[in-house]
């Protein structure tokens, strides 16, 4: 069974910095890409940026709204994910979901997503 | 960016309701088109990835059709643990985006 677990959520004040961890099992996870997406309180979801995998050099894609601020990470020997975020305001208020990728035809879809993580920047 | 919109925002459904739910990118994606599902206090959860597959484990009643830039989410037969929003999101182009969301509800 696929299992994502987001942790490191929680309070940070404006200019702050925070590191989201995501552990992942029950799939070969040096496979995979791997996302995040966050979702603001009562809002839409939004994509925050991908991990590809180590047969594409662990290479990573971010929106804009976090490009420079933000950077995606991967430990395949600890099957896990990591949103190192630097910087933040608070519109990055929101929780944080770490989702798996799937393919077909070399072409990357969300398939599985944990069950997020809250971070609130306030000060 | 590629924008996503969906139709309707909100829709009052009966039990046993036929469902369709429009999105409608602002240019061509080709099929990459995936629809999540998103209950009350929960994640999202995929139902249809590449404009019509079923994730694994989603029952049929959800299908999925449309190319290009026009895409339809349909529930054949409405049930109460199907009153969720539901999201499209295109994954042809970066940044990765999302449909504002259906609320379905009784």
């Known amino acids: 069974e696929v299992q994502l677990v987001e942790s490191g959520g929680g309070l940070v004040q404006p200019g702050g910095s925070l590191r989201l961890s995501c552990a992942a099992s029950?799939?070969?996870?040096?496979?995979?890409?791997m996302d995040w997406v966050r979702q603001a309180p009562g809002k839409g979801l939004e994509w925050v940026g991908r991990s590809r995998n180590k047969a594409n050099s662990y290479t990573a894609q971010y929106a804009a709204s976090v490009r420079g601020r933000f950077t995606i990470s991967r430990d395949d020997s600890k099957n896990s994910v990591y949103l190192q975020m630097n910087s933040l305001k608070t519109e990055d208020t929101a929780v944080y979901y770490c989702v798996r990728d799937g393919e077909l035809s070399g072409v990357y879809y969300f398939d599985y997503w944990g069950q997020g993580t809250l971070v609130a920047v306030s000060s | 960016d590629i924008q996503m919109s969906q139709s309707p925002s909100s829709l009052s459904v009966s039990v046993g309701d036929r469902v369709t739910i429009t999105c409608r990118a602002s240019q061509g994606i080709n099929n990459n088109l995936a629809w999540f599902q998103q209950t009350p206090g929960k994640a999202p959860k995929s139902l249809i990835y590449?404009?019509?597959r079923l994730q694994s484990g989603v029952p049929s009643k959800f299908s999925g059709s449309g190319y290009g830039t026009d895409f339809t989410l349909t529930i054949s037969s409405l049930q109460p643990e199907d009153l969720a929003i539901y999201y499209c999101q295109q994954y042809y182009a970066y940044p990765f985006t999302f449909g504002g969301g259906t609320k379905v509800e009784i």
């Open positions: 590449a404009a019509s």
């Open positions: 029950g799939f070969t996870f040096s496979d995979h890409y």
